[in-house]
């Protein structure tokens, strides 16, 4: 009876692993990701959305050469839930012009993924990963001069988000003897809070 357990409880993982082949290399590769995602800066986190765009534009793609229409509905959908999630990280409070121009292209390019979608359009497709390449070359270099500056002892992202700070921090009101302000100093006006302005229009009509 002893034996019988002992080579019970050997062979139990055994039997596991056989009955779930690749459990175990599926749940490394999922905690290294979890590692690179949290260990990330914000420049490298949206290259890492930009890659997962075009890897799933590419499966909508071959869905859609193959005749696979599930898969392709199925790429292109999380394509296009990734460029929504692009779009709605514009900094607006940083470069708003810059954001508006982004936004354009991030908006050109959800109306052709869903046209490509609906259509069953690969041509449209096509053009929308040339898109996503041309954006993903652009930031490497982003990336590729960021790393330099902060060779050289300078951080960028780090001086353009003081910068921000500070501008954002309040100024102090001169205050009388009796703690009310001056007679002379600017009164501030309380100002109420706004709520997140919403995204830009999107058509999703073929």
């Known amino acids: 009876m002893s034996q019988h357990r002992t080579n019970h409880g ?15 290399p599926k749940a490394e590769a999922s905690a290294y990701l979890r590692t690179k995602v949290l260990s990330a800066r914000p420049e490298e986190l949206r290259m890492m959305l930009l ?9 909508g793609l071959d869905g859609l050469e193959s005749k696979d229409f599930e898969q392709s509905f199925s790429g292109i ?12 990280n514009l900094r607006d409070d940083v470069a708003p012009e810059v954001c508006d121009r982004v936004r354009a292209v991030y908006t050109f390019l959800f109306n052709q993924l869903t046209e490509a979608s609906l259509e ?23 990336i ?31 205050q009388t003897t009796g703690g009310a302000p001056a007679a002379n100093a600017t009164q501030s006006v309380p100002v109420p809070q706004q709520a997140d302005a919403p ?6 009509s073929a």
């Not at 890659?51 to 499966?59: I, N, S, V, W, Y």
């Not at 053009?127 to 270099?141: D, K």
């Not at 960021?146 to 501008?167: C, F, H, N, S, Y």
């Open 10 to 24: 050997t062979n139990r993982p055994q039997a596991y692993s056989a009955a779930n082949p690749g459990a175990e």
């Open 51 to 59: 890659e997962g765009a075009l890897k799933f534009a590419r499966q």
């Open 77 to 88: 959908s999380q394509c296009r839930s990734i460029v929504v999630e692009l779009m709605s």
């Open 120 to 142: 069953k359009d690969a041509q449209k497709l096509e053009q929308a990963i040339e898109l996503l390449e041309f954006e993903r070359e652009t930031w490497q270099m982003l």
């Open 144 to 174: 590729d001069d960021l790393a330099k500056e902060r060779a050289a002892g300078r951080d960028p992202v780090a001086e353009a988000a003081a910068k921000i700070q500070t501008t954002k921090a309040p100024t102090a009101q001169p």
């Open 199 to 204: 995204r830009p229009s999107i058509s999703i």
